[in-house]
C-alpha cells in the first residue's frame, strides 16, 4: 500500500489496511489538525510576471520583548539565521553588516527605526523592502528529563515603495526533549545539547526560518529570465603554447567587454584577482612580472569582469597554458 | 509450567536487545569527507555557485531542493562569496542546461565560464527512503557532493554522507499510543525530513567553513583533478603541442641569433633595455617584417604560398610575388582551445584553415533608453533600472564634440532578441527606446 511516495508500509497478507491502523490514522488526523508546527504566513501582495516587485531587501535588527531576560534573547541568532534561509529566495538581499553599518551610520536605534516612514527608510537603506521582525517570546529550559527551547516571533516585510506589508507571520516554535520522546541515550544527549544556548536556539530558528520561507513569496522564477553577467567578448594574452616563462617575464592579459566595471584576472587558482586597468571604454589591461619561487604548470589565464552588484563574467584563454618556473633555477 | 517462564525470558531478552540495536542506530551517521589544502584560498573576492542537485530516483526532486536550500543556509557564513540561485538557475538556463544529471560531465572551466563562478557545489542526492512498520518507522537520506574549482578543475571538497533517524518502539514511549503514533507521525511529517536533512548539511559543511581545523586524514594527499577537467586539459596540452611542433622552426631561427643556448621553448617575453620594448597585442594581430627572420623556413614559404591563393569565394585575387615578402600579412588567430574543451577536435586545424584567419568582429545589439549631458542623471536611470532587475549600463559618445552619457541596456548577440526585451521596456517600464549595434 502506497500512503506517500517512498513510504513503504506493512500490511495484512490481503492488502487491506488494519483495522487498528484506521484508528491510528485518524488518531495521527486528530493530532495534525492542532496546526501543531505549522507557520500560517499571511500573504498579502503576490508577485506576478510583469507587475513591479521589490528587488532588493534589507532585514532590519530584529527586536525583543522586554520581558525575556537580557542573556536570554535569541534576536541576533535568529536573524542571522532567518537571513541565511531567506537569501535562497530570488531577492536580493543586503548583508547584515551593511544593513547595522547605515543604521549606525545614521544613528538609527530601534525607536527611531520604528518612527521613520517607509520613504524614508528607503532612502537610508536604498531597498525596496525590508524585513521586521519582534522576538514575543523566548525559553530555554533544561531540567534533566525534560528540556525545551522556542521562540515566538512575528515578522513582516514591507514593501518601502507602497508602504504596504507585503507578507507577515506569527509563530512559536519549540524543540522539546523529554522522557515521552528519545532513547534514554537521546535524551541525556538533548538535556547536554539544550544547555548549549545559543546553539539550541539556533536549532530552533532554523526551523523557524525553514517553515516560513517555503510560504513567502519568490521573485526567483521571474528574476531567472533577466540574468544577464557582464559580457567579456576577447581575451588575449602574451602566453605562446609550451613556453616556460621565467624569473622577470611578464604575463600581459587584455580583455575586452563591458565598460565600466571592474576587471582583474587570474592564472588558475594560483594567483588570483591581479587588477587589471581599464584604458579605453571596454578595454582593460593588466600584467603579472614572475617573481622568484613563483612556479605554474599548466595554468589557464581567466578574465573577470565584476559589476557593483558582486556578479561577475569570465572567460578563459584557452590557446595556451601558463607554465612558469619549471626549467628556471632562480624561480626554483 | 517450566517452559512458559523460559520463553517470557527469551522474548524479553530478544525485546531488549532490539531495542539496544535499534537504540544505537538512532540518528546515525555515516560522513566520509576530504577538503584540499587549497580550499582556504578562496576568500570573500571569490564566487561559488551551488547548481541544482541531481537525484537517483523519483519524488526525490523536494527532497534536492531542501538539500540545495540547507547547502545554501550553511555556507552563507563561510569565507567565500555565495552566488545568488536565481544567477545561477537563470544563467544555466540560459545555456540549455536544465538537467543537473549533466553537470557531473561538463568540464567545471566550462561551467566558470558560464556562470561567472570560482567555485562550482555539485551534489547529488542518491537515496531518500522512509519506511512504516507500524511500531518502527525511519527515514534514511545519503547525499554526496563535492565543491570544484572552475579556474583548475581541482577538487576541493568531497564528501558522502548517510543519516538516519527513526521513530518507535525502541525509544522508550510512555505509553502504548506514543508508540504507533509516533512513527507513523514520523514517516509522514515532511519536516522530520527537512530537519533531518537541516542536520545533515550541518555537519557536512562544517568542514568547509574551517578547512584549517581539519584532521589530516581529511585532507587530499595530492592534488586531485576532476575527471572532465583532466580530460580536456590533456587535449589542449596537446593541442598546444602539435601547435609549438608546427612554430618550432620559426622559433628556433629567431633564437638562434640571439642566444644559441637557450632551449626552443623557454622564450624571455620582455626584452632588455637595448631593445624595443615587446608588444603583444601588436605582435599577435600584426607581423612586422622587420621582425622576420633573414632566412626564411620552408614551411613559412609554403604558408606564404597558400595565403596566397584564391580564396574559395573567389574575393582574393592572385598574388605573383607570392614568394616576395609582403608588407603586412593578416593577423592569425590564436589557436583557441575553445572548441578542444567543447568538442575534440581529431584534426587540428592548419595554417591554410579559416580559423586561422583573423576574426570578424562580433557584433553585438543593445537597447538605449537615454543619452545625458549630466552623468548623474544618466547614473539615476541606471540605478532605477538596476533596481528592477534590467542589467543597464553607461557608454560615454564623444563623436559629436560633446559628451554624452549613454544609458544603454543588456547586450545580445542578435538584434531580434534585443527589440523583444525594447519592445517590453516600453510597455512595461514606458520607456521609449531603439536598438542599436554595440
Not at chain 1, 540574468?227 to 567578448?233: G, R
Not at chain 1, 575586452?256 to 571592474?262: F, K, Q, R, S, V
Not at chain 2, 522474548?11 to 582556504?40: D, E
Request: charged share 25%; hydrophobic share 40%; glycine share 8%.
Amino acid at each position: 500500500m502506497v500512503i506517500f511516495p517512498n513510504v513503504s508500509i506493512a500490511v495484512g497478507n490481503r492488502g487491506e489496511v488494519p483495522c487498528f491502523l484506521r484508528w491510528v490514522l485518524l488518531a495521527m488526523l486528530v493530532v495534525g489538525a492542532n496546526g501543531c508546527g505549522v507557520a500560517h504566513v499571511k500573504v498579502y501582495e503576490y508577485l506576478e510576471e510583469g507587475k513591479s516587485f521589490p528587488r532588493t531587501v534589507a532585514i532590519l535588527p530584529f527586536t525583543v520583548d522586554e520581558s525575556i531576560p537580557p542573556e536570554k534573547r535569541p534576536n541576533v541568532i535568529f536573524r542571522q539565521v532567518f537571513y541565511n534561509y531567506f537569501r535562497y529566495l530570488g531577492y536580493t538581499d543586503m548583508p547584515l553588516g551593511d544593513v547595522d553599518r547605515r543604521l549606525i551610520h545614521f544613528n538609527l536605534g530601534p525607536e527611531e527605526i520604528a518612527r521613520l516612514s517607509p520613504e524614508e527608510l528607503k532612502t537610508v537603506l536604498d531597498v525596496d523592502a525590508v524585513v521586521e521582525g519582534h522576538v514575543v517570546d523566548a525559553s530555554n529550559f533544561t531540567g534533566g528529563i525534560h528540556a525545551e527551547t522556542s521562540i515566538h516571533a512575528r515578522l513582516n516585510m514591507v514593501n518601502l515603495t507602497t508602504g504596504k506589508a507585503m507578507w507577515e507571520v506569527d509563530h512559536t516554535e519549540m524543540n522539546y526533549l523529554g522522557i515521552a520522546v528519545p532513547t534514554v541515550v537521546t535524551m541525556i544527549k538533548g538535556q547536554m545539547d539544550n544547555l548549549e544556548m545559543g546553539q539550541a536556539y539556533y536549532k530552533v530558528a532554523e526551523t523557524f526560518a525553514m517553515k516560513v520561507v517555503r510560504d513567502i513569496p519568490d521573485p526567483a522564477r521571474f528574476r531567472e529570465e533577466r540574468v544577464a553577467l557582464p559580457m567579456i567578448t576577447r581575451i588575449e594574452t602574451n602566453l605562446h603554447p609550451n613556453r616556460v616563462l621565467a624569473l622577470g617575464d611578464e604575463i600581459e592579459v587584455s580583455l575586452h567587454g563591458e565598460p565600466g566595471l571592474a576587471a582583474s584576472f587570474d592564472i588558475g587558482s594560483w594567483k588570483t584577482g591581479i587588477p587589471m586597468r581599464e584604458v579605453s571604454p571596454g578595454v582593460y589591461e593588466g600584467n603579472y612580472r614572475i617573481g622568484k619561487g613563483d612556479r605554474i604548470e599548466n595554468a589557464l589565464v581567466i578574465g573577470t569582469l565584476k559589476n557593483g552588484r558582486g556578479i561577475a563574467g569570465k572567460k578563459f584563454f584557452k590557446a595556451a597554458l601558463a607554465n612558469v618556473g619549471a626549467d628556471d633555477p632562480v624561480a626554483k | 509450567m517450566r517452559r512458559r517462564p523460559r520463553f517470557l525470558e527469551v522474548t524479553a531478552r530478544g525485546a531488549v536487545l532490539l531495542m539496544i540495536a535499534l537504540g544505537f542506530s538512532a540518528c546515525s551517521t555515516n560522513l566520509q569527507t576530504k577538503v584540499s589544502g587549497n580550499l582556504n584560498r578562496l576568500s570573500e573576492g571569490q564566487i561559488v555557485a551551488i547548481l541544482p542537485v541531481d537525484t537517483m530516483g523519483k519524488g526525490q526532486k523536494e527532497t534536492a531542493e531542501l538539500f540545495r536550500q540547507s547547502l545554501y543556509a550553511n555556507l552563507n557564513d563561510s569565507p567565500f562569496h555565495l552566488m545568488d540561485r536565481y544567477l545561477v538557475d537563470g544563467a544555466l538556463k540560459q545555456h540549455g542546461l536544465t538537467d543537473p544529471g549533466k553537470f557531473y560531465e561538463i568540464n567545471p572551466m566550462k561551467l566558470g565560464e558560464m556562470l561567472g563562478a570560482d567555485a562550482v557545489v555539485l551534489s547529488r542526492v542518491n537515496k531518500v527512503e522512509r519506511s512504516y512498520f507500524v511500531i518502527h518507522s525511519s527515514i534514511e537520506l545519503s547525499v554526496s557532493v563535492q565543491m570544484v574549482d572552475t579556474r583548475s578543475g581541482e577538487i576541493l571538497w568531497r564528501a558522502e554522507q548517510t543519516e538516519s533517524d527513526f521513530e518507535g518502539i525502541a525509544k522508550i514511549p510512555t505509553g502504548i499510543a506514543a508508540a504507533v503514533i509516533a512513527p507513523i507521525q514520523f514517516v509522514t511529517n515532511k519536516l522530520n525530513l527537512n530537519k533531518l536533512t537541516s542536520k545533515m548539511v550541518g555537519k557536512l559543511t562544517a568542514i568547509v567553513k574551517l578547512p584549517d581545523s581539519a584532521d589530516q586524514d581529511k585532507k587530499f594527499e595530492t592534488t586531485v583533478i576532476s575527471s572532465a577537467a583532466t580530460r580536456d586539459l590533456k587535449e589542449m596540452e596537446e593541442v598546444q603541442k602539435l601547435q609549438a611542433q608546427m612554430d618550432a622552426p620559426a622559433v628556433l631561427t629567431q633564437e638562434a641569433a640571439a642566444d644559441p643556448a637557450s632551449g626552443p621553448v623557454t622564450v624571455p617575453l620582455v626584452r632588455g633595455p637595448d631593445t624595443p620594448p615587446f608588444k603583444v597585442r601588436k605582435a599577435r594581430l600584426e607581423f612586422d617584417p622587420e621582425e622576420r627572420p633573414a632566412v626564411e623556413s620552408a614551411r613559412a614559404q609554403r604558408i606564404r604560398t597558400v595565403r596566397a591563393l584564391p580564396a574559395p569565394g573567389g574575393a582574393a585575387e592572385p598574388n605573383p610575388g607570392a614568394v616576395t615578402p609582403a608588407p603586412r600579412v593578416p593577423a592569425r588567430k590564436p589557436v583557441t582551445a575553445l572548441k578542444p574543451l567543447l568538442q575534440p577536435d581529431p584534426h587540428p586545424p592548419r595554417e591554410s584553415d579559416p580559423r586561422w584567419k583573423n576574426p570578424e568582429p562580433q557584433s553585438f545589439f543593445t537597447i538605449q533608453v537615454g543619452a545625458y549631458r549630466v552623468r548623474s542623471s544618466a547614473e539615476r536611470v541606471i540605478r532605477s533600472l538596476d533596481r528592477k532587475g534590467y542589467h543597464a549600463f553607461l557608454t560615454e559618445d564623444t563623436s559629436g564634440g560633446q559628451i554624452l552619457f549613454k544609458v544603454r541596456v543588456e547586450k545580445f548577440k542578435n538584434r531580434d532578441q534585443a527589440a523583444e526585451l525594447a519592445l517590453r521596456l516600453e510597455t512595461r517600464e514606458k520607456l521609449p527606446n531603439f536598438v542599436t549595434p554595440l
